[in-house]
Each structure stands twice: as C-alpha cells, then as structure tokens.
C-alpha cells in the first residue's frame, strides 16, 4: 500500500478583497482519481483548491485558497507520501500587489502587473528522490510536444495530456505519455472511467 498526495482544483489569486484570478477547474478530476486509488488500496492526501466536489471520505483533504498556499502544504504532506499526482490547476500568475480595499471602477483600462507563481509539480519533482510523480498537462497547441516538455522540466515519471475542454466537465479525453513520449494509453469518457484507466498505468508503471 502506497500513500498518495494527490493536488486537485483551482487556486485564486486575490487582486482585492473581492476580485480574484482563477479558472474553470472543478475537481472532479482529482475526485476520481481518489477514489481510484481508495479503491486500489491506497492511502490519499488531498490538496485542494476551492471546488464544490465532495471527495471521498476515506481520504485525508486539506484545503487551501492560493497557488502559494497550495505549494506549502503540498510540500509538507509530500514529505510522508511515496508518490505525487499532480492534477490541480493553480493560478500560473499572481498580482505584485493586492489591493487593501476594492478597486473602483473609474473608466479607465484597469491594468494588472502580474509575476508567475511557483510551480508546484516542479518544485516537489526537484525533491522526489525515489518517490515517484506524475503530472497533467493542459494544452491548446503542440499538445504532446509541450507535454513531453512539461515532463522533462519538472521531473514527471508520467505526463497525462488533456484540452481545456475538461474543464468543468463530467467527461475527459487524455494521453499518458512517458519520458520517451510514447504514449502509453489513450483514453477517453467520463472522468471516473479515465481515472481508472490512468490509475491502473500508474499502478502497473510506478506502483507495482
């Protein structure tokens, strides 16, 4: 039996106290793959950014608001698991500076100066030692150029391909790539059949 620290959901990043950036991640991903692994056997560390999901029970969740918030606690639960699944999707960009109270609407451009956020799947694959890792890659264009990329750089065993038309979505359709960019399986349908699928090259490649 495996313990698994599985990253799930959005993050935001506050511009002020009531405008945040974000995106159309809902969890449901990162959901069925803890219930896939619950189901292998495993144990499951959740950290999750704002969803509406519930997740399964028998996992352990922790929840955060922000990519820098995500990262820390990501980085302290991964200290007692042996491998990472690197699903969420945080805010790539935080604003320099947040605002103290709400800004006004005054009928100019508003214009934001914003700097990149720690990536997380990076930072904790810099760490891994002989854990395992394995990350999603999110992607308009090249898709399994810029996948087979995002795995080199952040130190990924596997890369699970997908478009931005999982967001939000009940179903998804997805690639699972390995560091010599064959791709392993490709599978699509609802999000609880890919993240058995996934689970079990996961099992099969990094577990067993």
């Known amino acids: 039996m495996s313990r698994i620290l599985i990253t799930s959901g959005p993050t935001r990043q506050y511009l002020d106290p009531v405008r945040y950036l974000t995106n159309a991640s809902s969890g449901r991903m990162g959901k069925a793959l803890a219930e896939a692994a619950i189901e292998?056997?495993?144990?499951?560390?959740?950290?999750?950014?704002?969803?509406?999901?519930?997740?399964?029970?028998?996992?352990?969740?922790i929840d955060v608001i922000s990519t820098e918030e995500m990262l820390v606690a990501a980085r302290e639960a991964f200290d007692e698991c042996d491998g990472l699944i690197g699903v969420a999707a945080p805010c790539d960009y935080r604003p320099v500076k947040v605002e103290v109270n709400k800004i006004p609407k005054n009928g100019e451009p508003l214009r934001l100066n914003l700097i990149e956020t720690d990536d997380i799947v990076a930072t904790l694959g810099r760490v891994k030692g002989d854990r395992w890792a394995v990350g999603f890659a999110l992607?308009?264009?090249?898709?399994?150029?810029?996948?087979?990329?995002?795995?080199?750089?952040?130190?990924?065993?596997?890369?699970?391909?997908?478009?931005?038309?999982?967001?939000?979505?009940?179903?998804?359709?997805?690639?699972?790539?390995?560091?010599?960019?064959?791709?392993?399986?490709?599978?699509?349908?609802?999000?609880?059949?890919?993240?058995?699928e996934i689970f079990r090259v996961i099992q099969e490649r990094l577990i067993d």
């Not at 292998?40 to 996992?59: M, N």
């Not at 952040?154 to 064959?182: F, Q």
């Open 40 to 61: 292998a056997g495993h144990e499951v560390v959740i950290v999750s950014g704002p969803v509406d999901v519930e997740y399964p029970p028998a996992a352990r969740v």
């Open 139 to 196: 992607e308009t264009e090249d898709r399994r150029l810029r996948a087979l990329a995002k795995l080199e750089k952040k130190s990924c065993d596997l890369m699970v391909l997908n478009g931005p038309e999982a967001m939000h979505s009940p179903d998804n359709r997805v690639e699972v790539i390995d560091p010599t960019g064959s791709v392993l399986q490709a599978i699509s349908g609802p999000k609880e059949h890919v993240a058995r």
